[in-house]
């Protein structure tokens, strides 16, 4: 579906360091980042003319561009620091505020406003109520969800992550905005239950994507000549990610052991961490190094740094089996661009992409709380190299099939021309009663 140059598009990802080049494994800087700015990239090449607003902060500049359609925008609010995705809805109206501002300076009209995370909601759902435009909205992560699968006290984790306060701003966004996207089927299935209760006909499923102009399989030989370049010879499991308790490397490490008792000369490489560590990430990692002691590990788990983004392909290449081992995942996008770069996954259970793949064709699937059982499917497939590679071919085509980029914003594009050309079923929210956004403190 090829779009009008004349339409424009407004995403908006608040939270963040959201740029051309995104220092991945800064604070709240992830795989959002990267699913906003790709699909963004891609609605650019399909004609469309699409601005990215996000907060401005530090020394950031106010306009970036990242291409001849694509820009990002950034408006302050809360003054100069970074502010955590669990609090910056205090600084929401300010943001908005400055926004509006902009597009009627401007005189800016967009066909459509699709915000990422609760908090870019609530400002897409500002915005829309202003200018009258529709706004579908993808969470990415469900709070309600989170809250109840998180370890540790419910006291600490609700000062920690404002949990209260996120459901019930998350209830009223999901009941205002025209179009919620969730980005698993059972992401969907949650937002109609008992705490949401979203319609059918106001949901959708759209996954990530991934680039497949980046992440493709190599040849045998150059797969080995890439793990001599990495140092990172020997059998390998793979994982990689931004340092936090929910990617579950601790419970990995620990699955590692019943890994070592079958495949001896096996090797765990940990790529976790960020460009700039906080206290706290410093403190993790090394908590993770002592663990690995105390399981006798400690030759056997390689600790690397921050992956840069134009070696990602590459260190997915040198693994033999890559393990997505979180306590809780929204999607898990790493699983995927290692699949399509021909390597082998083991998938947690405790998310959303198992339920989009088949066990024993696309990959394998395991809970990470029962360590024994997901150590078995790691040492599995190092061990039987045959079930590896049949995996590794129909794992890279599901990949294709399913999780391109330019397939998701074709069916974005898709959802928004069905709901353009649809019968409202009920009066537009942002022509109704408003979300009530909270008042800045």
């Given at each position: 579906m090829t779009a009008r140059p004349s339409k424009r598009i407004l995403m908006i990802s608040t939270h963040?360091?959201?740029?051309?080049?995104?220092?991945?494994?800064k604070p709240d800087t992830g795989g959002q980042v990267v699913f906003v700015l790709k699909l963004a990239e891609c609605l650019g090449r399909m004609g469309y003319k699409v601005d990215v607003m996000t907060r401005r902060f530090e020394d950031q500049s106010a306009i970036e561009k990242l291409d001849a359609n694509v820009r990002v925008l950034r408006f302050p609010c809360g003054g100069k620091e970074f502010i955590g995705k669990e609090w910056l809805c205090d600084s929401?109206?300010?943001?908005?505020?400055?926004?509006?501002?902009?597009?009627r300076k401007r005189h800016l009209k967009y066909s459509f406003i699709n915000s990422h995370y609760w908090d870019a909601g609530l400002a897409g759902q500002g915005l829309a109520e202003e200018f009258s435009i529709p706004h579908f909205h993808t969470p990415h992560s469900i709070g309600a969800w989170k809250r109840d699968n998180?370890?540790?006290d419910p006291e600490e984790n609700e000062r920690k992550y404002n949990f209260q306060r996120r459901v019930e701003e998350e209830q009223k966004l999901y009941a205002a905005c025209d179009l919620v996207i969730a980005t698993t089927e059972e992401q969907r299935e949650l937002l109609q239950k008992d705490v949401y209760q979203v319609p059918d006909e106001r949901l959708t499923v759209i996954p990530p994507g991934y680039d497949d102009r980046q992440f493709y399989p190599v040849s045998a030989a150059t797969r080995q000549s890439l793990k001599q370049d990495l140092d990172?010879?020997?059998?390998?499991?793979?994982?990689?990610?931004?340092?936090?308790?929910?990617?579950?490397?601790?419970?990995?490490?620990r699955s590692f052991s019943t890994v070592h008792k079958r495949v001896p000369d096996a090797r765990l490489l940990l790529a976790v961490g960020s460009t700039d560590p906080s206290k706290r990430e410093i403190e993790q990692i090394e908590e993770l190094r002592q663990l690995a002691r105390e399981l006798g590990l400690e030759n056997q788990v390689l600790f690397r740094d921050y992956i840069p983004d134009d070696l990602l392909a590459d260190y997915f290449r040198i693994a033999e089996v890559f393990a997505l081992s979180s306590r809780y995942e929204p999607f898990g996008m790493t699983a995927v661009e290692a699949m399509a770069c021909g390597t082998p996954a083991v998938v947690t259970t405790q998310g959303g992409l198992w339920k989009m793949l088949t066990w024993g064709r696309d990959t394998i699937y395991a809970n990470p709380f029962d360590t024994d059982e997901y150590g078995h499917a790691l040492a599995t497939l190092l061990q039987y190299p045959e079930v590896a590679a049949?995996?590794?071919?129909?794992?890279?085509?599901?990949a294709r099939a399913l999780f391109t980029w330019t397939g998701i914003a074709q069916q974005l594009v898709s959802v928004v021309h069905?709901?353009?050309?649809?019968?409202?079923?009920?009066?537009?929210?942002?022509r109704s009663t408003p979300v009530q956004v909270p008042a800045a403190s």
């Open positions: 963040g360091y959201v740029a051309a080049q995104p220092e991945l494994g929401i109206p300010e943001w908005i505020e400055n926004a509006a501002a902009f597009i998180m370890d540790g990172a010879t020997g059998p390998i499991v793979l994982a990689l990610g931004r340092m936090a308790h929910n990617k579950g490397y601790d419970l990995l490490i049949r995996l590794a071919e129909r794992g890279a085509q599901t069905a709901a353009d050309s649809s019968p409202p079923s009920r009066t537009s929210p942002h």
